[in-house]
């Protein structure tokens, strides 16, 4: 018996167009840096993070679900010439209180939090921000800069130092601390040396917040954001090596220094001891113009989701299982199934509109430990795809019947 193909699931609404994939031609060819940090790849730097991203789906936002962008509100408004996020007045609350659980966290006495958290919290006069601003400002004022604000990295300010720490809370008065250098220094300052609040910034800089009352239309109060966030684009380990190994177009960096293509491999492979399995079935598949994604399988119980084009323009359509073999298919299953869990994984599948596939990666059995050590055993690996289907006996009768 065949097993059905399904043809994807479109999606009803897509907001985007399909961007030329990585690798562009040799003249357009970008080189792209990431860093290893704590077990995780990570591109720090906002522009490769989302040519990396819209160019093949690759990782995903470290703060989003998915696209590397975040907006620390999504409602923007223009006050007095300038446009702000909008947040409401327990949002704003919500806010203060991570930051000062950040802040105890971080080694300040309760007095040192509350009087920070006091200052961030009191209203700005919009012409003292007017001040700040400048020539800047006077701009706003003219519409010449108009809508162009909210574009601005989703309510991140540009003037922010990225911190090599990952998205790390960054409270805006512990910044003030700190050197514009240095932005890692902001994460050693003396909490008993009463800092003051940071110098007002422009635009994405502050918030407008909007208090709740009863018969409508509450007090607006311009306020600084409490804190600002560094959005990254996490990569899997599948994903940079694939970018690193076959496509060339990214470096990863540990403790500054480039890795290379050996060393990454043997990194990588310290960190998940089945790495090697489950980057001969990444690479299988983006070979074959799939996109895998990992992050969803933990949520129907798989190792990878096959997406058409990407996932902003399909559903998934499998939902992949990876198993390891030798050549007469015995070896220890990297997840061993009884018939019961099998099929409810299958019914699970199917519930949700997609299809099983177990891939078995087949390992020569001459394949030796010092040839695993580089990522030329590759080349003696083989891939196969079995799809399992449930056999429903009711749909058996009747294609018998029509027969």
């Avoid at 909007?210 to 600084?224: A, I, P, Y």
Wanted: proline content about 7%; aromatic content about 8%; some cysteine.
């Amino acid at each position: 018996m065949y097993a059905d193909f399904r043809a994807p699931r479109r999606r009803l609404r897509v907001t985007e167009e399909l961007e030329a994939p990585l690798p562009l031609s040799p003249r357009e060819r970008s080189h792209f840096q990431a860093e290893l940090l704590n077990q995780h790849v990570l591109v720090c730097d906002p522009e490769h993070s989302q040519k990396i991203h819209d160019q093949g789906y690759f990782g995903k936002g470290v703060l989003s679900r998915s696209r590397p962008e975040h907006n620390i509100s999504n409602q923007w408004e223009q006050h007095e010439g300038v446009f702000l996020p909008v947040v409401s007045q327990a949002r704003y609350e919500e806010l203060l209180k991570w930051v000062g659980s950040a802040l105890s966290a971080q080694g300040w006495d309760e007095e040192a939090v509350h009087q920070t958290l006091l200052r961030l919290s009191q209203p700005i006069q919009m012409e003292d921000v007017r001040n700040q601003m400048g020539g800047e400002g006077e701009a706003e004022e003219n519409g010449e800069r108009g809508k162009e604000e909210p574009e601005q990295e989703g309510g991140v300010s540009p003037q922010m130092k990225r911190s090599r720490r990952g998205s790390e809370v960054e409270p805006e008065a512990k910044r003030s601390c700190s050197s514009e250098q240095d932005s890692d220094s902001s994460l050693d300052c003396d909490p008993d040396s009463d800092p003051d609040p940071a110098p007002l910034v422009p635009g994405p800089g502050f918030l407008l917040v909007v208090s709740d009352s009863e018969t409508g239309g509450g007090v607006r109060e311009v306020r600084r954001t409490p804190f600002f966030l560094s959005e990254y684009l996490q990569l899997s380990l599948e994903e940079a090596f694939f970018l690193v190994y076959s496509l060339g177009c990214l470096s990863v960096y540990l403790q500054q220094e480039p890795l290379s293509i050996v060393q990454l491999w043997r990194t990588f492979r310290s960190l998940r001891p089945d790495f090697i399995s489950s980057y001969a079935v990444y690479h299988h598949f983006r070979s074959k113009g799939w996109v895998p994604k990992g992050g969803g399988g933990a949520k129907y119980g798989v190792d990878l989701m096959l997406y058409r084009k990407g996932p902003p323009f399909y559903h998934a359509s499998y939902s992949v299982v990876i198993e390891r073999a030798d050549d007469a298919f015995r070896a220890s299953p990297l997840r061993p199934f009884s018939w019961r869990s099998l099929a409810a994984l299958s019914r699970i599948t199917a519930n949700v509109s997609k299809e099983l596939m177990l891939c078995y990666i087949i390992y020569p059995a001459d394949l030796s430990e010092a040839e695993l050590d580089s990522p030329v055993c590759l080349r003696r690996l083989k891939v196969q795809e079995v799809i399992v289907s449930r056999w429903v006996s009711s749909r058996e009768r009747a294609e018998q019947d029509d027969i």
